[in-house]
């Protein structure tokens, strides 16, 4: 009856932990996609940004130090991107 008892006690324990894994697989998935996704609206606020900041020093070019240091900020731009940036 005991020797009973234990198997399906641990029989009960391995579907819970399936079950936990199952989620934890689930979640982490879910977390991977929402990542992929940040990183998309970061590059697209990134070009924004950058656009904005051009357009902010052509139209008043004060500091041709800090116009400089804005482009390596953003060197990893894409460069014909930036080009159709300062043409817009």
Known sequence: MIATSAVF???SLQKN???CLSQLQ???L???EASSQLALIQNSIG???FSRELKKYQQNPKD???YLDLVHKYSECDP???SALRES
């Open 47 to 49: 070009k924004l940004e």
């Open 80 to 82: 014909e991107e930036i």
């Open 64 to 66: 041709v130090k800090e």
């Open 26 to 28: 689930e979640a982490t």
């Open 9 to 11: 006690s641990q029989i």
């Open 17 to 19: 932990i399936s079950s």
């Open 30 to 32: 879910t977390l991977l």
